[in-house]
Structure formats: C-alpha cells, structure tokens
C-alpha cells in the first residue's frame, strides 16, 4: 500500500513539473546593460510561441554577420505598438538589446526602432 502511495504521489508531483520544464528563463541575458545596439537589414522575423526572434544582417568591421535576437511575446509586441506590417523582410531596424551573458552576438530584443522612427 505504501508503495501505491509513494507512486500517486510522485506521479503527482511529476506532473506538475512538466509545465515549469517548458517554459525557459533569460537567465542566458544580462538585463542589466541596456545599451547595446545594432542596425540592419531583417533577414527573418519569427513569431513563435512564447517569443518572437529576429534575425539580423549587420555589417561591422569584419565583414556581414547574421545575428538572431530573442524578443517579447507577440502580445507583448502589440501592446507597444507593434503590427504584422510593421517589420517586414528586407527592412533596415536598430534593435536595443540586453546582450548575451556567454559574449555571443545577439541577445534580448528591448525596443526596435525602424528608418521612419517608429519604435516598439
């Protein structure tokens, strides 16, 4: 009988561990710096549950480098006045961004401001 128990209980316990598993932190950014920008061309623009990822052009000094950035949710995106037109393939965008605490290229979308000024 202890056994039976031991097994409910664990089951239990298990199971409500699987939704804390799917979901990831941003633990791998450092949210404190918030002045790393990068301009360029988008290459893609995803919107995939639960984050949305841009991946970006850039030319620097050595040469072109395509850099994904994690950002917001989609609804989160909306509510700052983001809209399915607004970045499209090919468009030039400055993304602020908390930078990856590995030193990787790329990090965490803060805010994205297009040629015409608009920013979300």
Same mark, same amino acid.
């Given at each position: 009988m202890k056994s039976l $128990? %031991?097994? @409910?209980?664990?089951?239990? *316990?298990a199971s409500h561990a699987l939704p804390a598993a799917a979901h990831h932190s941003g633990s791998q950014y450092d949210l404190t710096k918030r002045d790393m920008n990068w301009t360029? $061309?988008? !290459?893609? %623009? +995803?919107a995939i549950n639960p984050h949305t990822h841009i991946m970006l052009e850039v030319k620097?000094?050595? /040469?072109?480098?395509d @850099?994904? %950035?994690?950002? =917001? &949710? #989609? &609804?989160? #995106?909306? !509510?700052? /006045?983001? !809209?399915?037109? &607004?970045i499209k393939v090919g468009d030039t965008v400055t993304i602020n961004a908390a930078p990856r605490k590995d030193g990787a290229n790329g990090g %965490? $979308? *803060? &805010? @994205?401001?297009?040629? +015409?000024? =608009? +920013?979300?």
């Open positions: $128990v %031991f097994a @409910i209980v664990a089951g239990m *316990l360029g $061309v988008v !290459r893609e %623009f +995803k620097d000094a050595t /040469g072109v480098h @850099i994904t %950035f994690e950002g =917001q &949710s #989609m &609804s989160n #995106m909306y !509510r700052a /006045g983001w !809209r399915p037109n &607004s %965490f $979308v *803060l &805010s @994205i401001t297009t040629t +015409k000024g =608009q +920013k979300f």
